[in-house]
Nanobody, 124 residues
């Protein structure tokens, strides 16, 4: 079992930065690929970024490439999402997720574990 708790959301002006954290409980965290998703107002949930269990591989949605960076610290059971150059269209609830296979995360398939989400609001 893995429990995920996101934090770090908030209100930021366009062009600003935020770093989200996702703390995981469970001894098997380091064996899971991790991902970030978001759901904006009136929109479906969409894939944002993913990272392999080792941290050696990452994937990004085209809309965030070059602005967002996903990373993880397996010693701290935590995955991060550094968000720079934020835009109003980045406003959403951000969720982290865990799955043994990064391909499932990128494909936004049925994933093993989800967090409860953290709100990010970008003002223009």
């Amino acid at each position: 079992q893995v429990q995920l708790v996101e934090s770090g959301g908030g209100l930021v002006q366009a062009g600003g930065s935020l770093t989200l954290s996702c703390a995981a409980s469970g001894r098997t965290f380091s064996s899971y690929a991790m991902g970030w998703f978001r759901q904006g107002p009136g929109k479906e949930r969409e894939f944002v970024a993913a990272i392999t269990w080792s941290g050696g591989g990452t994937r990004y949605a085209d809309s965030v490439k070059g602005r967002f960076t996903i990373s993880r610290d397996n010693a701290k059971n935590t995955v991060y999402l550094q968000m720079n150059s934020l835009k109003p269209e980045d406003t959403a609830v951000y969720y982290c997720a865990a799955d043994p296979n990064i391909i499932n995360i990128v494909a936004a398939g049925k994933l093993d574990y989800w967090g409860q989400g953290t709100q990010v609001t970008v003002s223009s």
